[in-house]
């Protein structure tokens, strides 16, 4: 029983290789397991919402650290972000954030941009009153050891209402 089983193995293995093999002879290219299809790979809508996720934690917890590693070393003026985050958790409280995506492009093997709303309700201790805010971002991103970072920014102005 255990001989048949194997030598089925053997069987299965071997067609498999051979097909793989003469495929390579004549120069035909193929999928090996570690590609993804197509749309798998260019569905980088959850990659995104696992690093919106993580911005969205931070700010809930003051996380700074976690706050800070979600931007890559070279986004412009990195310092002057950690300073301005810090500065609007010390005089309020982020009671809610909901990110939301609008959409995701790859712009290369480690490169993507989005487009990504954030919600904000907040508590201001000086005036001690709640107030709601959104911010919409075109973001920049490059993945760095696997992960996808903010790269840029641009804050999107609000349309004029007519």
Not at 3 to 31: D, E, H, N
Not at 145 to 157: F, N
Request: hydrophobic share 35%; aromatic share 8%.
């Amino acid at each position: 029983m255990v001989l048949v089983g194997v030598l089925g193995f053997l069987y299965i293995s071997g067609k498999f290789l051979y097909s793989r093999a003469s495929q390579w002879l004549a120069g035909k290219p193929t999928q090996t397991t570690a590609e993804l299809p197509p749309e798998a790979k260019d569905n980088l809508k959850p990659e995104v919402e696992k690093l919106a996720e993580k911005i969205r934690a931070s700010h809930m917890h003051k996380d700074i650290h976690k706050f800070m590693a979600c931007y890559s070393p070279n986004y412009p003026k990195l310092g002057e972000l950690e300073h301005a985050i810090l500065e609007l958790w010390k005089s309020h409280d982020i009671k809610e954030v909901n990110p939301r995506i609008a959409t995701v492009k790859r712009l290369g093997d480690n490169q993507a941009s989005a487009v990504v709303t954030l919600s904000f309700q907040l508590y201001d201790h000086q005036k001690q009153d709640f107030r709601l805010e959104r911010h919409t971002y075109t973001l920049s991103l490059e993945k760095i050891g696997g992960e996808w970072k903010i790269r840029d920014s641009r804050k999107e102005t609000a349309e004029p209402r007519t």
